[in-house]
């Protein structure tokens, strides 16, 4: 039998709702949808750990972020921890990733052949293949360069500050890292053989700063926009004002221009997906492929009168797409409501490749139709709460106790409604936290630093460290004129 192909697809700070396969009759995803009709549609699914890389290192691995121990964007992942791409390549696949991956070091050897990288936060940007063709070609990714680093956010524009991060892009759509991704993945795709090719495709985007070239900036009319479920007209007692931005001053006109433009990044996604599609139908390959699309973490997007990620692991900051298109699409068009996690994919992956999962992988096969958990698990010790969540209530367990609360998801599917100190549920809270005590018995690290002699991908030209200060010293000189706006 032939092995199948693996296609990988992941976004940056996708809300879980704003998909048409998930009910959202506003944003146009229309590649994704007819996808779904070959897929399997996994709706309860959530991430390991609200940020970025902690998520997606246990994507990559299978393990809890309390079991690889990269606990923030800074961290790395030890060399002894078996990955889903080292053991495909062990296996014989061709091993390919282009995107954001987000990795410390920025080319870590996770076990692909081959890294085409397009990166956004941290020195990343400045070691990356996206970055060095922008120089080359004159250019510079302004919006995002202010919004990501520190060094240049403190001197970004007022109207900037003003849209919270949501304008049109100053480069031309085919110098858009969405476009530029999408590019990389279709020319990798042509290149396939029959069998035995995985491909990760990491967009930057739905992540903010919101700034979709022209023309998807004008696909959506903001005024015709209905704020998503969950947007409160102010704050609740309770919830963060933001530091990113000061979300206390967000309006429902803000509000909507910030969803058009996110709208606009997600349907622009869901444009390259097609192509990527399109190749493989044309090349005969689709049915023998592994199709994924999902996203790191979620994103607020108004939910209780907030955007981005910092705050409680509500269920838009927790929740995210999870579609699988099967092999011979089996199983396709439907939807299950196994109570999945970003750490199943690995175990996914490697059964439909006929890879023996280790042992050290904490995820299911979710393939297999007995496969579900009674409790989904989420943690961010950095900020100091743990979420344990059932398919009818949740608990959000946090260091500090006035900030605990417990939700029935049944008749409070927005939790606007706290009943941590509701004798009537005592005994439920109970079990949960009990769950949550016994889930972290498991093997816990301390948080990994980069060790200095991490592996990278030495056949690699770029991410030398010397060459990060040329980089510095051309966006400085490009960004200043956007600096003054």
């Known amino acids: 039998m032939a092995r199948p192909n693996i296609l990988l697809i992941m976004a940056d700070q996708h809300r879980w709702d704003c998909v048409g396969f998930n009910g959202n009759r506003q944003v146009q995803t229309p590649h994704l949808d007819r996808l779904a009709q070959d897929a399997v549609n996994y709706p309860q699914a959530i991430c390991p750990y609200p940020v970025c890389t902690p998520s997606r290192y246990s994507l990559l691995c299978g393990q809890y972020v309390h079991q690889h121990g990269g606990w923030n964007n800074r961290c790395t992942l030890e060399a002894n921890i078996p990955t889903f791409p080292r053991l495909l390549a062990e296996h014989g696949y061709r091993t390919r990733a282009v995107g954001k991956m987000h990795m410390t070091p920025t080319y870590l050897d996770v076990g692909l052949h081959e890294l085409e990288l397009c990166e956004q936060d941290g020195d990343g940007r400045f070691d990356d293949d996206y970055h060095r063709e922008l120089m080359r070609a004159g250019l510079v990714d302004a919006i995002d360069l202010y919004d990501q680093r520190r060094e240049f956010r403190v001197r970004a524009p007022q109207a900037y500050w003003q849209s919270f991060g949501a304008q049109p892009s100053n480069l031309p759509e085919a110098w858009h890292s969405t476009t530029w991704i999408g590019e990389r993945a279709v020319r990798t795709l042509e290149s396939w053989s029959e069998e035995g090719n995985l491909l990760i495709c990491s967009f930057v985007k739905p992540h903010h700063p919101f700034d979709p070239p022209l023309p998807w900036a004008t696909l959506y009319d903001p005024a015709e926009l209905d704020l998503l479920p969950g947007w409160t007209e102010a704050v609740p007692p309770g919830d963060p004002v933001q530091a990113y931005f000061d979300n206390s001053q967000l309006t429902e006109a803000s509000m909507r221009q910030i ?227």
Not at 300 to 307: A, L, P, S, V, W
Not at 344 to 356: E, F, K, S
Request: glycine share 6%; charged share 25%; proline share 7%.
């Open 259 to 485: 969803m058009a433009y996110y709208f606009a990044t997600i349907s622009q996604i869901d444009h390259q997906i097609g192509r990527m599609v399109a190749v493989l139908r044309r090349r005969h390959l689709y049915d023998n492929t592994m199709i994924l699309y999902l996203s790191d973490h979620g994103e607020y997007m108004g939910y209780r009168h907030m955007i981005l990620k910092q705050g409680h692991p509500y269920e838009p900051l927790a929740r995210v797409p999870l579609l699988i298109k099967y092999p011979g699409n089996v199983g396709g068009g439907t939807t299950r409501a196994t109570l999945a996690n970003l750490i199943d994919v690995a175990p996914t992956i490697l059964h439909q490749a006929g890879v023996t999962t280790p042992p050290e992988m904490a995820g299911l096969d979710l393939q297999d139709p007995n496969a579900d958990r009674e409790y989904a698990f989420l943690e961010h010790t950095v900020a100091g709460y743990y979420m344990a969540r059932s398919r009818t209530h949740k608990l959000i367990w946090d260091r500090d106790p006035s900030r605990c609360q417990f939700f029935d998801l049944r008749a409070d599917p927005l939790e606007m409604h706290n009943r941590m100190d509701d004798p009537e549920v005592q005994p439920l809270i109970a079990d949960f936290r009990e769950a949550i005590v016994r889930w972290r018995l498991f093997d816990s690290r301390p948080a990994l630093r980069l060790n200095p002699q991490a592996r990278q991908i030495e056949r690699h030209p770029a991410g030398r460290i010397g060459e990060r200060d040329l980089l510095r010293i051309y966006f400085e000189q490009q960004a200043a004129p956007f600096l003054q706006g």
